[in-house]
């Protein structure tokens, strides 16, 4: 069975790559994440980083996997598969 975005594992490459979105977009906070980060209380920093979340799912889901799968292909990623354990 295919993963979201058309992967068909979820290895160690996929899961640093999805972090490193993540902080990106948590550390450059495009509009729509600068707004939300002023609601008042501990709710604007949980939803900040719940939006900076969904940014870089939507990255990667665009993406669709396709450098990603080329680089398993390679071989480079295999020995980091976490699939197993899913």
Not at 25 to 33: A, R, S
Not at 45 to 52: E, F, H, K, S, T
Not at 61 to 71: C, E, R, T, V
Request: with cysteine.
């Amino acid at each position: 069975m295919a993963h979201p975005g058309g992967r068909d594992a979820l290895d160690f490459f996929t899961f640093a790559l999805a972090f490193g979105l993540f902080r990106l977009f948590d550390i450059w906070k495009p509009p729509p994440i600068r707004l939300i980060e002023q609601v008042p209380g501990g709710a604007g920093i949980v939803l900040d980083d719940m939006m900076a979340g969904a940014y870089g799912a939507l990255v990667l889901f665009l993406w669709d996997g396709s450098i990603i799968s080329s680089a398993q292909a390679a071989g480079r990623c295999a020995r980091w598969n976490f699939t197993a354990f899913i």
